[in-house]
């Protein structure tokens, strides 16, 4: 199976269309050129194998991380 994460992009090079984005606290690199409309900083994207594949809507991508982070606590026993 695979997953698109939800990001927040927290920084774009211009030049090479790469982007920092912030998962659940940790941060990477993205390549940013496969979008079709532009990204700004801030935006929230789909992220998979550290390609954004699309912008999402705020309210889903918190909801879908919400979702992740009870996944994680399931599976640790129930600790956060």
């Known amino acids: 199976m695979c997953l698109a994460i939800p990001s927040k992009i927290v920084s774009i090079d211009e030049v090479t269309g790469m982007g920092v984005i912030e998962t659940m606290g940790v941060t990477r690199d993205a390549n940013l050129t496969l979008l079709d409309e532009n990204v700004v900083v801030g935006d929230w994207v789909l992220v998979h194998v550290g390609l954004a594949i699309s912008k999402i ?22 600790n956060p």
């Open 57 to 78: 809507d705020p309210d889903e991508a918190q909801k879908t991380l919400d979702m992740y982070q009870e996944i994680i606590e399931l599976q640790d026993g129930g």
